[in-house]
T-cell receptor, first 115, second 113 residues
Framework: DTAVSQTPKYLVTQMGNDKSIKCEQNLGHDTMYWYKQDSKKFLKIMFSYNNKELIINETVPNRFSPKSPDKAHLNLHINSLELGDSAVYFC??????????????FGQGTRLTVV | AQSVTQLDSQVPVFEEAPVELRCNYSSSVSVYLFWYVQYPNQGLQLLLKYLSGSTLVKGINGFEAEFNKSQTSFHLRKPSVHISDTAEYFCAVSRTGFQKLVFGTGTRLLVSP
């Protein structure tokens, strides 16, 4: 009954490969995000989608391509993986309006290791 | 643009002692403020948030934080910590009505017996 779920939890792959991370939320939220947490634990937003439309792209390389087939899903596809892509990727969702429920719910993270 | 500074990268404390984790922010517009906790190999969980109203905000697990607009601070406090509070704590800010979170670099709280 997880609110925001990501798969896989761990991903080890070689340089140059293409991989995808999936995210699903069952909270009925209309906004979803991808955040990257580097080896120093620093968290930074990568993308944000609202009702399947891209609203934030934080100067992420073109090798990263988010896809939102519907407002409950936001997948992240990464082409030509590089060593520097190794990180923990977090999916999150929130409801885009002012109110008591204004908060972002995070998934458990996907630890990507590029070797 | 908004930014968040967490001056302490690590805070060691003994069990049952009080703790304060510091957070300062910078923004030219009104902001919302948040504290998240990350336990080892886990996602982020919201501890508390300040949107408006009372500047003293109470959250889960006995934590509270006080918004101080003049000092642009949002320090997190707990009067008596437990071993289970050992985790990474992140302060975050977002522009009002715009939900992109800008995080601080985190403070690792280490509680020992």
């Amino acid at each position: 009954d997880t609110a925001v779920s990501q798969t896989p939890k761990y991903l080890v792959t070689q340089m140059g490969n293409d991989k995808s991370i999936k995210c699903e939320q069952n909270l009925g939220h209309d906004t979803m995000y991808w955040y990257k947490q580097d080896s120093k634990k620093f968290l930074k937003i990568m993308f944000s989608y609202n009702n399947k439309e891209l609203i934030i792209n934080e100067t992420v390389p073109n090798r990263f391509s988010p896809k939102s087939p519907d407002k409950a899903h936001l997948n992240l596809h990464i082409n030509s993986l590089e060593l520097g892509d190794s990180a923990v990727y977090f999916c999150a969702s929130s409801q885009e309006h002012l109110g008591r429920e204004y908060e972002a719910f995070f998934g458990q993270g996907t630890r990507l290791t590029v070797v | 643009a908004q930014s968040v500074t967490q001056l302490d990268s690590q805070v060691p404390v003994f069990e049952e002692a009080p703790v304060e984790l510091r957070c300062n922010y910078s923004s030219s517009v009104s902001v919302y403020l948040f504290w998240y906790v990350q336990y080892p190999n886990q996602g982020l969980q919201l501890l508390l948030k300040y949107l408006s109203g009372s500047t003293l905000v109470k959250g889960i697990n006995g934590f509270e934080a006080e918004f101080n607009k003049s000092q642009t601070s949002f320090h997190l406090r707990k009067p008596s910590v437990h071993i289970s509070d050992t985790a990474e704590y992140f302060c975050a800010v977002s522009r009002t009505g715009f939900q992109k979170l800008v995080f601080g670099t985190g403070t690792r709280l280490l509680v020992s017996p």
